[in-house]
């Protein structure tokens, strides 16, 4: 299953973040982490400007950050994912009243899926298997 991909939306004030399991972690878009943090229409551009300004985080964005494919209205599409370890350094070149409040939200949906969660997704592919 570690190599199994399961998509779900989380909602931060009534914003959708998608997230999926990827080796039994939740992994965030980070796209939507920023259109939740940031009054923009274009968090590509927002992203590629915090990386310019931080030159810690331009270093170790490939550490941070994994390429996975997310569900999306026009199917599925690959996109840039982080966990909740990484979020928590992203958020911190977002300057943003809504960065506090987004840590303690992420503390609390972030980390490991639970059980149901999980046995759900092993249903789903066992079933599809069949």
Known sequence: MTDEIL???AIFQKKEIRRV????????VVEDVVLALINSNDPKQYIQR???????????WVQIVQTLP??????????????????FRIIQ??????????????AK???KPSLPVIAS??????????
């Open 109 to 111: 949906v972030g980390y």
């Open 93 to 106: 070149s977002i300057s943003s009243p809504k960065a506090e409040p987004f840590k303690r939200w992420l």
């Open 121 to 130: 997704h092993l249903f789903l592919c066992e079933g599809a298997a069949i």
């Open 21 to 28: 399991i990827f080796k039994n972690e939740w992994w965030f």
């Open 70 to 87: 997310v569900d999306t209205l026009g199917g599925k599409q690959k996109m840039v994912c982080a966990t909740a370890e990484g979020l």
């Open 7 to 9: 998509s779900k939306i």
């Open 50 to 60: 915090m990386k310019l300004r931080d030159s810690e985080l331009r270093k170790g």
